[in-house]
């Protein structure tokens, strides 16, 4: 029985399953590994549960997720994994990855910025 109960930020469930959260620098690879695997469209956001910007997309972010089912959506926080996440220097910072690469990136919020970016990478 684990003494370190698992982390990651606490998700509503979604309509279709496309979003997770990364518990750890071991699970964030296990993510990462799979967008390069299976090269679906991938979004993932950088935040921290101290960045008030984050907290302030992050609802649009989750309803998003509903919007777009083709694409999978991954929060990352800064905190709970920071080997994996070192090189982000600002939060919210956007990445969005098609066929196992990186295409694009984001730095900050703004709910229509971030719906029309998921819609050019949809």
Request: proline share 6%.
């Amino acid at each position: 029985m684990e003494d370190n109960p698992k982390k990651g930020l606490e998700l509503p469930s979604n309509r279709h399953g496309n979003l997770k959260s990364a518990s750890s620098d071991q699970n964030f690879l296990e993510i990462l590994h799979n967008i390069k695997a299976s090269k679906s469209p991938t979004v993932i956001n950088y935040g921290a549960s101290w960045c008030e910007v984050c907290s302030q997309i992050l609802p649009a972010f989750r309803r998003l997720s509903n919007d777009f089912p083709k694409l999978s959506f991954v929060y990352a926080d800064i905190d709970e994994c920071p080997e994996t996440t070192r090189h982000i220097r600002y939060t919210p910072t956007f990445q969005f990855y098609r066929d196992g690469e990186r295409v694009d990136e984001m730095f900050g919020a703004g709910e229509e910025r971030l719906h029309d970016r998921l819609w050019l990478h949809s």
